[in-house]
């Protein structure tokens, strides 16, 4: 190539952040929405043990959910400024389902739980909740990562806008 052409600039709009965040949103509005229909079929259908279980996913989740949802679109959120963090904290989401779903798949069906039958039904919905959890967990990794202070496309947008005024 000569030095005389131009190559084509790819401009990062900060407005294309705008409908990722909405997406961050309303994925984060589901997966609370599995976790409290989990939390409330292990209360029907399961031991103390898992329904303290998903008690505690389930709270977890709410705290997560409620801050990625208020804080998405502020550049200056905990979670922009520090991506790294959100690694740390959707890992722990992930760990804790798998944890659900070895206590679920190691129990022992009981009679008094509605025996066999109940106990496959919770063993289904762990795994579900699972896949759920690691596609959130992806969501706001690449979310974050990506528009996050470490990231730099949301800097480089930034540095864009300036440049132009």
Not at 107 to 125: C, D, F, I, Y
Request: proline share 2%; glycine share 4%; hydrophobic share 50%.
């Amino acid at each position: 190539m000569s030095s005389g052409t131009l190559l084509p600039q790819v401009k990062l709009k900060f407005c294309s952040c705008f409908s990722v965040s909405t997406g961050i949103k309303i994925l984060s509005t589901i997966v609370l929405a599995i976790w409290v229909v989990f939390a409330f079929d292990t209360f029907v259908e399961s031991s103390i043990v898992m329904f303290s279980l998903s008690c505690i996913g389930c709270l977890y989740n709410l705290i997560i959910c409620s801050y990625v949802s208020i804080t998405t679109s502020k550049m200056s959120s905990y979670f922009m400024l520090h991506p790294l963090l959100v690694i740390l904290v959707s890992n722990i989401d992930v760990l804790l389902s798998v944890v659900v779903v070895v206590v679920a798949h190691t129990a022992k069906p009981e009679w008094e739980q509605g025996g066999l039958v109940t106990h496959e039904r919770v063993s289904n919905m762990t795994v579900q909740v699972l896949l759920a959890t690691i596609c959130y967990a992806l969501a706001l990794n690449s979310y974050y990562l990506s528009f996050g202070e470490d990231g730099s496309l949301a800097g480089a947008a930034f540095k864009d806008q300036n440049s132009e005024v």
